[in-house]
């Protein structure tokens, strides 16, 4: 709330994304541009009479050159203003939403305010862009509250009339305006003639700290995709990366792989070095439950770690994370099969 006026206060930080790109002279390649002025591009937001205010990373970026030191840099942003405002947008490329929303999630402890990322997939400045109902439904919710508290105190996507848990979220489509998908676990909103908020499934904080922020990613890490043929010297390859310190295992199903000998025997040799491997389901929805076929009982005795119904894009940020901070061998196992916030159905 702002103290002077007592409006609603709302900070947008643009990062990129398709929201802000404009085709580049003369060619069909979309292309980010610096977004100072993104309340005169979308003048309605005024229409709220919001305390509103934006920043704008400069340069913007492409989502597809994310990286972990722009997520300390948003995060940054956040934590510096996170005083000042009621809640924060962040405007970023559809491509990776699903990884910043992820990190960010792990990141902030003890978030009581929402952070709500959005973009779209046409640029704002086209005539048919979803851009500007995502920016002002994402603005409208991050000012939500109730008895004086935010609505959402939780880092979410919006996009496309949803509201979704951020390390839920996948990027399903790069054609239609639903991009997103959340398939182990239902919206937090959704946005018709009223927003209806869902206050069963939102998560609010258990304890009333202050905002802590953790910014170390440890980027030793790999995604391996299970596929039929998968051959012994492409994982020979993987599991000899130097300073490898963690495998997401993409496996088929429940947590499924062949039961090839020197694919086990690599499995086991790699735990034994501290390697630790997280078996995440290569389906969109449901959960890994090992030792349900005889496919996934080997890699339960050796001692692969189950990653349950956590997304791809939240067990990759979860465990570079969760190795980035201080934390022994065990812990790190535990968390991995626990949530920490939200991500995990247990
Ligand atoms: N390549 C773009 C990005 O992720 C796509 C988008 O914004 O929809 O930045």
Known sequence: MDKKTQRPSVLIIYTGGTIGMVHRHGSNTLGPVKFDQILDEVPEL?????????????PPIDSSNMSPEIWVKTAKAIQKN????????????????AYTASALSFMFENLDKPVILTGSQLPIGTLR??????????????????????MIPEVCIYFDFKLFRGNRTTKRDSENFSAFVSENYPSLALAGVDIRYYKQFIQYPSNKGILNVNYQFNTNVVVLKIFPGINKDVFDAVFHIPGLKGVILESFGTGNVPTTRWLLSCIKKAIRKN???LNITQCQGGRVVMGQYETSIELLNSGVITGKDM???AAITKLMFLLGQKLSMNEIKNHLTKSLSGE???
């Open 46 to 58: 005024h229409r709220f009479g919001y305390n509103l205010r934006s920043i704008a990373f400069n």
């Open 129 to 150: 862009t979803d851009g500007k109902e995502n920016l002002i439904t994402a603005v409208e919710i991050a000012a939500a509250k109730q008895n004086g508290k935010a």
């Open 82 to 97: 996170y005083n000042n405002y009621d809640g924060f947008v962040i405007l970023h490329g559809t491509d990776t939403m």
């Open 344 to 346: 995990i159905s247990e």
């Open 311 to 313: 997304t791809s894009e």
């Open 275 to 277: 390697i630790i491997i």
